[in-house]
C-alpha cells in the first residue's frame, strides 16, 4: 500500500513546481490545484513533477489534466508534467 498524496508548491517570480509523491487522489488533485490557484497573477508556468507518485485512483489523473488545463487556460500560460519513468521488466532468461 502507497501513502496518500502530498505535494509541495515551490513558486519563483513567473514560475511554480507542483512536486506530487503518493498516491495521486481527487480529493488530493483538488486540494494541490486549490494551492496553485492561489499563486499570483504573473505566474503563468506551473511544471507538475509526478516522478515520485506511486500511483493514482481511477480517475485521478483525469482531473488533475483537467485542472492543469484549466488553470492554464486562466493565466493564458503554460503547463508542463514530468512523468514517473517506466522501468521495463527484466528480460526473461
Aim: glycine share 6%; charged share 25%.
Amino acid at each position: 500500500m502507497h501513502g496518500p498524496l502530498r505535494y509541495t508548491l515551490e513558486a519563483h517570480h513567473d514560475a511554480a513546481t507542483l512536486y506530487v509523491t503518493g498516491t495521486i487522489s481527487i480529493a488530493g488533485v483538488v486540494a494541490a490545484m486549490h494551492a496553485c490557484e492561489t499563486l499570483p497573477a504573473r505566474v503563468r508556468s506551473l511544471r507538475v513533477d509526478l516522478r515520485r507518485s506511486t500511483g493514482a485512483e481511477p480517475g485521478a489523473l483525469d482531473s488533475l489534466a483537467l485542472a492543469a488545463r484549466r488553470w492554464r487556460d486562466a493565466r493564458q500560460g503554460v503547463t508542463r508534467f514530468d512523468l514517473p519513468r517506466v522501468e521495463a521488466p527484466p528480460a526473461a532468461a
